[in-house]
């Protein structure tokens, strides 16, 4: 496990690269995309197992934090969906250099796979596009948030108040800025999937209410429903940390490697 810095001078990106098992190597690496603003904090122990198994299965992986989150630099409140597209393309970049593998496939969880898609969409070179439980609606996926912060703040024993002004937002324990709420809730999945040399998977965990792949996604995705429920719309999950679950083996199996 190798920690490390890259990125522009003045903002860094915080990387952590994952060499793969010894004796167990495949010419692939793997990026993974996180979920933004308070799904990242809840994903990190669950992609950290995803990572784990990748390395034992011989692939190189990369996770990373996205600028204005974790330990990279600037703010929550200065990282925009162009900005973290740009972040994806940068890790690929940065894991093709360290690794020495000339094939990249990205992960994506939530918000990140939406990211993911983007990054392949904008010409990117991917094999495979493993989405998680992916964002396919920004205006839906903020009113989400903005309803279990709403449910949140009432459940409060006292009255408490919640930030909302002209220019800034709170949700869920995060400052989001007003051009920020407008670009997160233009965030949709591309209208069609992006070109890729192996497979589109989708990879679906337990909801009361399953989202679809959009109509010109249907024919080019594998679609896969795990039993497991991330509780994305509940608001009892919010703080725990996502339990892995069936996501790494589900990972694998679309990725084409086995479990070690």
Not at 27 to 55: A, D
Not at 91 to 105: D, F, N, P, R
Not at 173 to 201: C, E, K
Request: aromatic fraction near 8%; proline fraction near 7%.
């Amino acid at each position: 496990m190798n920690p490390f810095l890259f990125g522009p001078e003045s903002e860094r990106l915080f990387g952590l690269y994952l060499p793969p098992k010894a004796g167990a190597e495949k010419r692939m690496g793997i990026v993974l995309c996180p979920p933004i603003h308070q799904e990242f904090l809840r994903s990190r122990w669950s992609l950290r197992q995803v990572s784990t198994q990748l390395t034992r299965a011989g692939l190189h992986v990369l996770r990373f934090d996205w600028y204005g989150f974790g330990d990279s630099g600037g703010e929550p409140t200065d990282g925009t969906p162009e900005r973290w597209i740009e972040d994806i393309r940068l890790a690929c970049k940065e894991l093709k250099e360290i690794s020495g593998v000339s094939t990249i496939s990205l992960v994506g969880m939530r918000s990140g796979a939406t990211l993911a898609a983007h990054a392949a969409a904008s010409g990117l070179e991917i094999k495979d596009l493993v989405l998680l439980d992916p964002v396919v609606s920004g205006s839906d996926y903020l009113e989400g948030l903005r309803g279990l912060h709403r449910r949140r703040w009432e459940a409060f024993p006292y009255p408490r108040t919640s930030i909302r002004e002209e220019q800034r937002e709170e949700i869920l324990g995060f400052m989001y800025n007003r051009a920020q709420v407008q670009a997160i809730g233009g965030l949709d999945l591309p209208a069609t999937p992006p070109a890729v040399t192996g497979g589109i998977h989708w990879i679906r965990t337990q909801s009361a209410a399953p989202v679809a792949p959009p109509s010109g996604w249907i024919e080019r995705v594998r679609l896969s429903d795990l039993q497991d429920a991330a509780g994305w719309d509940r608001l009892e999950s919010i703080q725990e940390a996502l339990v892995a679950g069936q996501i790494p083996p589900a990972v694998l199996n679309a990725l084409g490697v086995k479990a070690v």
